[in-house]
């Protein structure tokens, strides 16, 4: 069932250029859906830092796709994620979904100021995504063949971002996911040693997973650029408290989750992680 009126009117997808904006963009594209990119360098560009962006992006939207980065949890992104709900419901737009973080508390009250605004809500949590080793942080590492993090013996339940761009969409188009939170995983718990020894598997070649300090981890992002922050987004899987395996995935889709394993094959076959 399709949110009536929405089949023609634009759906928002901010983060466009991301790696689970992206997948919802052409989801929508191939089910016959308007989908306008809300990114730096869109055609008609989204920039949360300028306010002035945000009228002609939400202009004719009646549902988007709310992600914020570098991530829900960092400092501002609530309050900023709170006047995006109000200004966009002002202007008419009904459904928003909200990409959130697992075990975040900074994340949550995210969620929360996106609901003050009185749209038709859905939020989908999630944490680190299978991607993060092909199309982001951990990329180069794979590449060189060593993964060096903060992370010890801890376990975390990897999900796929193609997983999370199927919630969205389906929570974009149906009626019958207002008002739900999804808290997605996929299939098993992985350590970084499991991680390393997968992707060994998938590229012929040997990954190698070496557990570094996070005062040694804080010191690499500085060397890199990157932000220090990042480092704190690490606790979330040495302290467990997001080491357990939930039914989100079936909950909206009726289906199981990706499995690591399969994942890393695809990837794999891209040719991504040739050295």
Known sequence: MSTQGQNTAPILVIGATGKTGRRVVERLQGLGRPARSGSRSSEIPFVWEDESTWEAALDGVLAAYVTYYPDLAFPG????????????????????????????????????????????????????????????????????????LPTGDAVEPFVDADDIADVVVASLTDDRHIGKTY?????????????????????????????????????????????EEFADLFTLIVDGRNASLVPGVREALGRGPKDFADYAKEAAATGVWDA
């Open 183 to 227: 808290e997605l995983s996929g299939p098993r718990l992985l350590s970084f040693h499991d991680v390393a020894r997968e992707l060994s598997a998938a590229t012929g070649r040997t990954i190698t997973y070496i557990p570094v300090s996070a005062d040694d981890y804080r010191a690499a992002l500085r060397e890199l650029g990157e932000a």
């Open 77 to 148: 992104a609530k309050e900023a994620v709170e006047r995006f709900a109000a200004f966009a419901v002002e202007r008419g737009v009904r459904r928003l979904v909200l990409l959130s973080g697992r075990g975040e508390e900074g994340a949550v009250a995210g969620e929360d100021g996106l609901k003050a605004s009185g749209c038709d809500w859905t939020v989908v949590r999630a944490n680190w995504f299978h991607q993060n080793f092909s199309e982001s942080f951990f990329l180069d590492p794979v590449r060189s063949g060593e993964l060096a």
